[in-house]
């Protein structure tokens, strides 16, 4: 079984959970609530920038230049061909987005994996240590919209099925060159180091889990404790 192979089937129990919380399904039914469809597309337009800076960090690590060109396309695809779907749920609470994120968000769970990914990639010379931070993200948005699309629970007349087509697609290239470079990087790695790049794939699967659950939950930094106001 190849290296990436094994990354996706341990982090099938997590995206089963992704699917089954709260924000997967109530999108999938065209019920989220216009709070939590702000806080995640203010949160993700936050993220999306940092996940550019990232790919700027991994390009000098990669082997060959059809990576770094493909990874340079990814960076525009970033911060261009993303926005369609933002826009979709933008669309689906009558809100312009540009509106919308003009207030940024910056909440706990969001903080802690963009600072997860950036730690592999100041601390980590080997791309892989990068990338399995990185991977996750691509790869929960495909699995989620391939199985959504295939999905009797989905809602077909609400625009929000759009969101789950648009990401059945979108995120295929990415997830193969993913899966391709770290199959490649980890051939000489020790079974340790396999054994950390492996925990940071899961960590940031976990990450996105708490990512969507942060968006349904309004989650904020809360600096007076436990105690109400």
């Not at 802690?112 to 950036?118: A, E, G, N, S, V």
């Amino acid at each position: 079984m190849s290296f990436s192979k094994d990354l996706r089937m341990a982090a099938e129990p997590i995206i089963e959970d992704i699917y089954n919380d709260g924000f997967i399904q109530d999108l999938l039914h065209g019920e989220l609530s216009k709070q939590a469809v702000r806080q995640y597309l203010r949160a993700d337009a936050s993220y999306l920038k940092e996940f550019a800076n990232l790919y700027a960090l991994l390009i000098p690590k990669v082997p060959n230049m059809d990576d770094v060109k493909f990874l340079v396309e990814q960076i525009e695809f970033l911060l261009e061909g993303e926005v369609e779907a933002h826009e979709i749920l933008a669309s689906f609470i009558n809100e312009p987005y540009h509106e919308i994120v003009k207030e940024k968000v910056w909440p706990p769970s969001g903080d802690h994996y963009i600072k997860h990914m950036y730690y592999n990639a100041y601390a980590h010379e080997n791309a892989a240590y990068t990338i399995a931070a990185m991977a996750p993200c691509p790869y929960v948005y495909a699995v989620i919209g391939k199985r959504a699309i295939k999905d009797n629970q989905l809602n077909k007349d609400s625009i929000t099925s759009n969101w789950f087509e648009f990401y059945s697609t979108e995120m295929d290239a990415l997830v193969n060159l993913f899966d391709e470079l770290m199959d490649r990087l980890t051939e000489n790695c020790t079974s340790e180091e396999k054994e950390e790049i492996k925990e940071n794939f899961l960590q940031s699967t976990i990450h996105e889990r708490n990512f969507f659950n942060m968006a349904y939950v309004d989650e904020k930094w809360n600096f007076r404790g436990d105690k109400d106001e």
